[in-house]
Nanobody
Framework: EVQLQASGGGLVQAGGSLRLSCVAS????????VGWSRQAPGKGREGVSS????????YYENSVKGRFTISKDNAKNTVYLQMNNLKPEDTAVYYC???????????WGQGTLVTVSS
């Protein structure tokens, strides 16, 4: 069974950091795109970052460029999202997902809540 487990969310003050983890089970993270999306209260889901595992190409939404870094650990079958200099507007539920192409995901994790206080 394909499963994605997202974790690492929490409450942090503005300017702080968190690292989100997306652990895959039931399949190996290779030859696919892994993405992080978020949904803030009352808003739609938006793509934040993604990594293409065959070639390592990354994508960042403009508002997180320079603050967020996506990376992979092949040995742990895990993709991380390092989030630095967090802002209150980063508050959202963050989801990881896997698919063949960015923004065309087939599997989603359950989400992890990030709350940034001002």
């Amino acid at each position: 069974e394909v499963q994605l487990q997202a974790s690492g969310g929490g409450l942090v003050q503005a300017g702080g950091s968190l690292r989100l983890s997306c652990v895959a089970s039931g399949f190996t993270l290779d030859d696919c795109v892994v993405g992080w999306s978020r949904q803030a209260p009352g808003k739609g889901r938006e793509g934040v970052s993604s990594i293409s595992l065959p070639d390592g190409n990354t994508y960042y939404e403009n508002s997180v460029k320079g603050r967020f870094t996506i990376s992979k650990d092949n040995a742990k079958n895990t993709v991380y999202l390092q989030m630095n200099n967090l802002k209150p507007e980063d508050t959202a539920v963050y989801y990881c997902a896997v698919g063949e192409y960015r923004d065309e995901y087939d599997y989603w994790g359950q989400g992890t809540l990030v709350t940034v206080s001002s």
